[in-house]
């Protein structure tokens, strides 16, 4: 299966620096193989690997490489001026390409280093979209319900290896990279977080109820969502409003990149993987076509609320009500239609024998409209 990001990439790997970030074994060092079947010399360092950073502390691969990956890179010291140095000095058509889990410091504290050397990619979990060529809509998103979009476990088609894989995955993340964000004595209390958020899917994000429960303070709770957030482990998705600051201080609602690893019944677990789609569809937009959409939620201070908004420019453009089988429109979403009949507002339902339009709410079939979506 190719992923949706080869195109772009390889038309930008012509013009720029390419660097491409996403939760670990997404996909990320398949894609860049795959890519290096485009060149006549290419070549793979992994920082990871002793001989390979050996190479890469000496400048040590052959001249004539025509396309250079560097993955992991960013466990290097320094490892920001080192690729703008390789950037500045390489001959004449050579492509670069950079790797890596995103991180608290890759691309906060980079301006200065790369500014525009660099186009940057963030590949997501497959989707419905991904899989349109290979599968109907619904089943597809029934397996992603099921299985979350890794590759590895997806393409399993079986739960149990989708757990074993999901069991191994969640210990070494644990393990190895929280760890390199904090002190040894925290990792029980972020694995405990962890399973507080598995639980707490789709709803408003109360940082001081999650600190009495681990009995810490909330600013801490904040750094440790921060700290899972850049890992690619979770993402927020914060309520819309006109005014950005407020958007920022007022609750968020967390998801997991793996739908497959959420606890819930097949009704959160479907919103979760709908909320992955179309962040994908967003990142996918703003790395490709640098458009100004954002994905939000909508709710009012007396609890009216709808799962997901999509904003171009800070105006609300469509507004996404999800359900596992209810056909009749949900109040909300009704509610907030009447009241804003510019934007675009439909109810996403996984099990819809007819789709239909009641006013201007669309209920549609969940699968099918995914699979519209640009990746």
């Known amino acids: 299966m190719e992923r949706y990001l080869y195109d772009p990439i390889k038309k930008d790997l012509l013009r720029k620096m390419v660097i491409l970030t996403g939760p670990r074994q997404v996909g990320k060092t398949w894609l860049a193989r795959a890519l290096m079947s485009e060149f006549k010399n290419p070549q793979y360092l992994n920082y990871d690997n002793l001989g390979d950073a050996s190479i890469i502390r000496s400048n040590a691969w052959a001249m004539k490489t025509d396309m250079l990956v560097l993955d992991e890179i960013h466990k290097m010291p320094g490892w920001k001026m080192f690729i703008k140095g390789i950037y500045d000095t390489r001959p004449e058509g050579q492509a670069v390409m950079v790797t890596g889990s995103a991180r608290l410091d890759t691309f906060r504290q980079s301006g200065e280093s790369l500014a525009g050397r660099y ?194 420019e800070g105006k609300l453009t469509h507004m996404i009500e999800v359900k596992l089988s209810e056909d009749i429109s949900s109040p909300s979403l009704r509610y907030f239609s009447k009241r804003m009949p510019e934007v675009s507002a439909c109810q996403l339902v996984h099990n819809l024998r007819q789709e239909q339009q009641r006013e201007d709410i669309a209920i549609l079939q969940a699968g099918k409209w995914l699979a519209q979506l640009s990746a």
Not at 119 to 135: A, C, G, I, W, Y
Not at 165 to 192: A, H
């Open 119 to 312: 186009f940057h990619f963030r590949l997501n979990p497959v989707s419905v979209k991904e899989l349109q060529d290979t599968m109907e809509p619904h089943e597809a998103l029934s397996l992603l319900n099921r299985l979350g979009g890794f590759p590895e476990p997806f393409l399993s088609g079986s739960e149990t290896e989708a757990a074993r894989w999901r069991n191994q995955y969640y210990t070494d993340l644990i393990r190895e990279d929280v760890v390199e964000f904090g002190r040894i004595q925290e990792i029980r209390t972020m694995r405990l977080l962890l399973e507080l958020l598995r639980e707490r899917v789709g709803s408003p994000l109360s940082y001081s109820s999650i600190a009495g429960d681990l009995q810490i303070a909330p600013n801490t709770v904040r750094r440790y969502i921060e700290i899972l957030e850049s890992l690619c482990i979770i993402f927020s998705v914060r309520p819309f409003h006109t005014n950005v600051a407020r958007a920022v201080l007022r609750e968020p609602k967390i998801y997991f990149y793996d739908s497959g690893f959420i606890k819930g019944d097949e009704g959160i677990r479907l919103e979760n993987t709908c909320a992955v789609s179309l962040l994908k569809h967003v990142h996918y937009l703003q790395d490709t076509t640098g458009d100004d959409i954002t994905l939000h939620y909508v709710r009012t201070k007396d609890g009216r609320e709808i799962d997901f908004a999509l904003s171009r």
